[in-house]
């Protein structure tokens, strides 16, 4: 009854920039914190960027100064833009809600925690 779906992500070279979005869809009334990972093969999915219903944001040392993340609560969505690309920056990018409040019927709400979306690959070449 809830999903993330996300868009954007692809092939560009260093320096380049991309821009991810990710959409709840579903009859969603609420969604906190919204954030990004990414996972390499190999490696443990590490936390990208993040941002709270209220605004706030957070982000990894090592994507500061060149990404940003947003969102747009009316449209229950969360978009990371990604400026000054390295080829360490290549992995498959998630996005996360930690708690969305949806109508499981006209009448009756229903919470999920920990929701991901499908995955998006960001490769940066050299």
């Known amino acids: 009854q809830v999903q993330l779906v996300e868009s954007g992500g692809g092939l560009v070279q260093a320096g380049g920039s991309l821009r991810h979005s990710c959409a709840a869809s579903?009859?969603?009334?609420?969604?906190?914190?919204m954030a990004w990972y990414r996972q390499d093969p190999g490696k443990q999915r590490e936390l990208v960027a993040l941002?709270?219903?209220?605004?706030?944001?957070n982000y990894a040392d090592s994507v500061k100064g060149r990404f940003t993340v947003s969102r747009d609560n009316a449209k229950k969505s969360a978009y990371l833009q990604m400026n000054s690309l390295k080829p360490a920056d290549t992995a498959v990018y998630y996005c996360n809600a930690d708690w969305i409040l949806f109508r499981a019927t006209p009448t009756t709400p229903s919470q999920v925690y920990d929701v991901w979306g499908q995955g998006t690959q960001v490769t940066v070449s050299s």
């Open positions: 941002i709270t219903a209220g605004g706030d944001t």
């Open positions: 579903g009859s969603i009334l609420n969604i906190n914190t």
